[in-house]
């Protein structure tokens, strides 16, 4: 038998596997590898490695690895997971098997694209053969720690470490790998346990380094890893789920707080950056990282109420900053009646109330007055004292957009009218409403203004009472 497949080394032993995995040249490899093991060195076994495993592996290939026990020589601790159970009803397969089906999956990943990913199959084709090396790596490492004390993640990651240096491989592909073994997890949790709309999501997943290539590495692998756990547990809606995380993470708004983000770090204002996650992404991508951080500063080490700020932006928009250090009911009526006796029409609103922060409101204004002109007029005393207008604008519809206990979310639509900011906020005050955001935009003809309240009453009575008054 030995003459007839003439297994000289464990080299020639990949080859011949590569060429006929049948069953005779599978027993022969299982019966003759031990006699070569001692005589690779770790260089050696990871030169083996890649003949073994880089480019395209048929799956008949990919199972003779297994069951000839040859993926053991060329990584020892893939024999301590043999037979290992993970005792849930989520896994199908022991520890070593559900390896294997992982490198398996990656290579179905890289070859049927949508066929088994659904939506997730897109991202597929940004991988080029570099990027689907780095998966299949992570695939063989990302649960080689189970069975140990500790982190299984963080057990495999320095497993990487080990077995990469002892194989002189690159310090870039060994970082890469380590980093996606260590956070395997992170991107499942994000997307089908958190809100992936949440700029507070998007802020853990940039602190774990979830950017660029890694963000589409660590997405691709986590929808392999679901699907080498268990194939029934992978459906459309997760795959939907994931998809629409890594938009999310992609969107201009996400890059926006990412680009704020790194200026708190590289400036070490790192404290800011709770702060900016709770602020509405649309302010984040209207106003530059130096001035909102640098403001926000200001805020966080002021004991009283910050005067209203008065500034131009870049792009001749006149911005109006509010600020208390404790909220009281009215207090958006009484900034949107100020701005509205002094003849200044808003064109967009963002309203806050945040924990050590307190009211921190900004709009935007249409005006033909110098900014030192407005800052001025909202200095005087008594400047904020305007009275209510009579309400004679009018709203097209007013729809109840979400409710749960914690908020109710409004949305009001009409033609722009002079006034209208103040009807709408006006009529939430008439109702004792409390505030918890809002957004407010007008957009050339057309005006949209969210308002989220904590719930007082019947929801769908308020709703009622909003459109009496408010709704043509």
Known sequence: LNAKIGLKSLAFAVRKLRQKPDLLTQFEVRRRAPDFTGKLSSVGQGKLLVQALHGECRDEYLLALY?????????????????????????????????????????RARLAKRRFYGSMGRLAKELNSADWWVLKL????????KGRKGDHSKEGARLVDEYFDSWKWSESLRKDVHWLVENHLILSSAAFRQNPQDPMTWHRLFAKGVLGKRLTWLAMFTAIDIRATNPEAWTDWKSDLLFGLVENLRSPEAKTLQGHLAFTEKTNRKRIEDLLVKLDPLLLAALSPKRLVIDLEKVIKSKSNLPPRVFKASDGHLWVRFHRKIDESGILLHYVQTLFGLGLSIQVAFIHTIEG????DWFLV??????????????????????TPRRQVKFTSISLV???????????????????????????????????????????????????????????????????????
């Not at 922060?357 to 921190?360: A, C, D, L, W």
């Open 402 to 472: 979400a409710s749960d206990t914690d908020e109710w979310i409004f949305s009001f639509k009409g033609r722009d009218q002079h006034g209208l900011l103040v009807a709408a906020v006006s009529a939430l005050n008439d109702l004792s409403l409390s505030l918890r955001w809002a957004r407010a935009h007008t957009w050339g003809q057309q005006v949209e203004d969210t308002f989220s309240v904590r719930p007082l009453g019947e929801v769908d009575t308020v709703l009622q009472r909003l459109k009496d008054a408010l709704v043509t």
């Open 357 to 360: 922060v307190g009211v921190y």
């Open 366 to 387: 249409v005006t033909r007055k110098p900014a030192n002109q407005v800052s001025k007029w909202l200095m005087k005393s008594g400047a904020l004292q305007k009275p």
């Open 67 to 107: 069951r000839t026990r040859l993926i053991e020589v060329l990584i020892p601790d893939f024999e301590k997971l043999r037979g290992l159970v993970q005792h849930d009803h989520y896994h199908r397969f022991t520890a070593d098997a559900h390896l294997i089906q992982a490198v398996r999956e990656v290579e």
């Open 138 to 145: 992570t695939a063989l490492f990302h649960d080689l720690g």
